[in-house]
């Protein structure tokens, strides 16, 4: 079935750093991928989202691009800030899959920036 | 404003009580979710509706109830039969553009067991 995997958190970073929150999947038909941003005490926020291979999803300096030939969707930003800190998800959604528009998450990782 | 609003931020269920979540969306979405999210994990689905007077159970349906009476409205009902109610609850609602979805989320609220 379909599935998301993600790195293991928590990742803790100085600010200015580069971020790579890596993310590969498994999937039948055509995954539509996410990243989901998650405050302390807060719903999910949408942070970007590519819909076809070779896709690139960009927001607010972050960037992740779609590789079918890797299955994978990795989270990137050049220079990570404290309000950056919080938990990252990836998610797919395949409108082939047998129950519409489910979204399959990843585990979420857990980002600190520290100043 | 358009957006997802659930109510409330935090509920206390006694045992045996049945409890509900509220959730409402006026971005005239067809579709609506329930997940849960436990400490450190990700969200499992719990039920959806993808249109009026229609749902169907999720992965962890067992316990819970829902009822889609109104296109902007999805409220969730956490019943006593649902031994570990103890979890973040979160509505989403989507659109679909072509054959692409995109999920968004409510604020969720926090159900905590006395």
């Known amino acids: 079935g379909n599935s998301v995997t993600q790195m293991e958190g928590p990742v803790t970073l100085s600010e200015e750093a580069f971020l790579t929150i890596n993310c590969t999947y498994t999937?039948?038909?055509?995954?539509?991928l996410f990243w989901y941003v998650q405050y302390p005490g807060e719903g999910l926020q949408l942070l970007l989202k590519?819909?076809?291979?070779?896709d690139k999803g960009s927001n607010k300096g972050f960037e992740a691009t779609y590789r079918k030939e890797t299955t994978s969707f990795h989270l990137e930003k050049g220079s990570v800030q404290v309000s950056d800190s919080a938990v990252y998800f990836c998610a797919l959604t395949s409108l082939f899959y047998n129950q519409g528009g489910k979204l399959i998450f990843g585990q979420g990782t857990e980002l600190s920036v520290k100043p | 404003d358009g957006g997802i609003t659930q109510s409330p931020k935090y509920l206390f269920r006694k045992e045996g009580q049945n409890v509900t979540l509220s959730c409402e969306q006026n971005l005239n979405h067809d579709a609506m979710y329930w997940y849960r999210q436990d400490p450190g994990q990700g969200l499992r689905l719990i039920y959806y509706?993808?249109?009026?007077?229609?749902?169907q159970k999720g992965d962890i349906a067992e316990g819970y109830s829902v009822s889609r009476e109104k296109k902007e409205s999805f409220p969730l009902t956490v019943t006593s039969a649902q031994k570990n109610p103890t979890a973040f609850y979160l509505c989403a609602s989507s659109i679909r553009q072509g054959v692409q979805e995109t999920q968004y989320f409510g604020p969720g609220t926090r159900l905590l067991v006395l």
């Open positions: 590519a819909t076809k291979a070779d």
């Open positions: 999937a039948t038909g055509y995954p539509s």
């Open positions: 509706s993808q249109i009026v007077n229609d749902f």
